[in-house]
């Protein structure tokens, strides 16, 4: 497509998805990178500016992970958006950090997400309307490919909305060729973000293989991708539509919920929900534990087993669960408990075991760190299996991580337990061990940034085990007591 036909593409989607109306006073802001997709965004809002009257300006991100490339990526943005007169608000990573309790130490790809929307919510926050992000049709493709593989119902195939909330995606009806073409028809150039050219990353590796081999088989992939997830979000809509119905009919009121039980929130008739359709009711369940927590499918399909059953409870987290009984289905909210006497514990210390071999820390936890020469041949044949996990090659631990800090878990951590051959987010592996709610934010970690070493109770992490070179090992072991001394 040529520009002409480019910027008609977008207007006609922009119309029908209802993101932006002609003549409707917004106050709108760009996020703006550097890169080809948001430059283009950032040129084709320019255009259609005069047409829908909001009011252009740009906001740009400097994570301060790239180093002097990051500082060159805003000091291009800065010169394009005053060559082009386009209003310009910068945040930098050390200023809004700690704000938003993003702390830098657990720096990474999910930490650098959460802080761009954190700025982006500030800007709305001081009275911008809407702001426009650079997603294209090639970074849904590459979402749905992510979510398949990982699993995903309906809801998650639907990928990246065109508007969610304040965020609009005016480029979901473009590919990434597109946006290049794009900005060199206009003569706009470009900075490329170097970390994108490296398997370090599941997105990038989808991007540098799995779309490529995709679209050797059909050279529209990426196009026939992001059309499946339009397909999807509109059945998912319809059926969120049909959950709320069914919802809505089989509500009892708060006179009759309370006689039922007094815990209860909310309470159900089981044979309305009983009697409707899978689909229907799969999607209603699913509304009702996505406020709870993510919405796996192991627990939908838990609260569809328990409305069919019509006895029983599913216990979503430590405060929520979800009843059957007597031709009803109810949510129960546990009321928080007051901790009898404040736990005074750090939940963080750095690791030096040559200095200090206890760790008191909080929630009752006791981690002693041990150092011993190591004897592999012999070790190996006397130790319990169950005590191998919790030892380490000491010396390809500190040649590789610097920083060691023993604390519990923070957003944006990864682990690969040994055996694994990739990383998971932690918050995903916990899921998936079925480790109580009520003990992940207490748990014992030995991290080094949002990479995690090892894990209270489930051992150092894969490629750290030692072997008959290892000269040095090093050895976990945990205590917990109840009581807060």
């Known amino acids: 497509m040529n520009n002409e036909k480019i910027l008609a593409h977008v207007r006609m989607f922009v119309l029908r998805e209802k993101l932006l109306c002609p003549g409707e006073p917004l106050h709108l802001a760009a996020a703006v990178s550097g890169g080809a997709d948001s430059m283009a965004l950032l040129r084709i809002l320019l255009a259609l500016q005069p047409e829908f009257g909001f009011v252009l300006s740009a906001c740009h991100v400097n994570h301060g992970l790239r180093g002097e490339s990051a500082d060159r990526d805003e000091a291009f943005v800065r010169a394009e958006c005053a060559r082009l007169g386009v209003p310009l608000r910068v945040f930098h990573a050390a200023e809004m950090a700690d704000e938003v309790g993003l702390p830098s130490e657990h720096a990474g790809e999910d930490w650098a997400r959460r802080l761009r929307y954190a700025c982006f919510a500030r800007l709305c926050g001081e009275g ?9 049709a090639n970074d849904q493709a590459e979402t749905l490919l992510l979510r398949l593989a990982r699993g995903t119902g309906l809801h998650g ?20 060729q597109d946006t290049e073409s794009f900005c060199r028809a206009a003569g706009q150039a470009w900075v490329t973000d170097e970390t994108n050219a490296t398997d370090a990353y599941a997105r990038n590796r989808v991007r540098r293989a799995a779309l490529p081999a995709l679209q050797s088989t059909n050279g529209a992939a990426v196009e026939n991708l992001a059309r499946f997830c339009e397909k999807a979000a509109r059945a998912d809509a319809y059926f969120a539509r049909k959950a709320e119905e069914l919802l809505s009919a089989a509500r009892l009121d708060a006179a009759q919920a309370a006689i039922k039980s007094p815990e209860a929130c909310t309470v159900w008739r089981l044979g ?25 499918e192991k627990y939908v399909q838990l609260l569809c087993g328990l409305v069919r059953r019509g006895s029983g409870a599913v216990q979503l987290t430590d405060r929520v669960r979800f009843c059957a009984g007597d031709g009803c289905f109810w949510q129960e909210i546990v009321p928080e408990r007051p901790r009898q006497q404040e736990d005074k514990r750090p939940e963080s210390q750095p690791f030096q075991p040559e ?15 041990g150092l011993f020469t190591a004897d592999f041949e012999e070790k190996i044949q006397v130790v319990h299996k169950k005590d191998l996990k919790n030892q380490a090659d000491y010396a390809r631990i500190t040649t590789l991580y610097a920083g060691l800090v023993l604390r519990t878990r923070q957003p944006g951590d990864v682990y690969r337990p040994a055996g694994r051959s990739v990383h998971n987010r932690l918050r995903k592996w916990m899921n998936e061990t079925g480790i109580p709610a009520s003990q992940r934010d207490q748990l014992p970690l030995l991290a080094a940034g949002s990479e995690v070493l090892w894990v209270c109770g489930a051992g150092f992490a894969e490629g750290l085990a030692p072997d008959a070179d290892t000269a040095q090992v090093l050895q976990m072991e945990m205590e917990h007591r109840e009581e807060i001394t």
């Not at 911008?128 to 294209?136: E, F, G, S």
């Not at 508007?163 to 005016?170: A, D, T």
């Not at 309305?272 to 796996?296: F, G, K, N």
């Open 355 to 369: 200095k200090q071999a206890e760790y008191c820390l909080a929630g009752g936890w006791k981690v002693t760190a």
């Open 128 to 136: 911008i309307d809407v702001v426009a992000t650079a997603h294209t």
């Open 157 to 176: 195939a639907a990928g990246i909305r065109p508007k969610r909330g304040c965020y609009l995606r005016p480029l979901l009806a473009l590919t990434r």
């Open 272 to 296: 309305p929900l009983s009697a409707a359709d899978a689909l229907i009711l799969e999607a209603a369940m699913h509304s009702l534990t996505a406020p709870v927590r993510d919405a796996e």
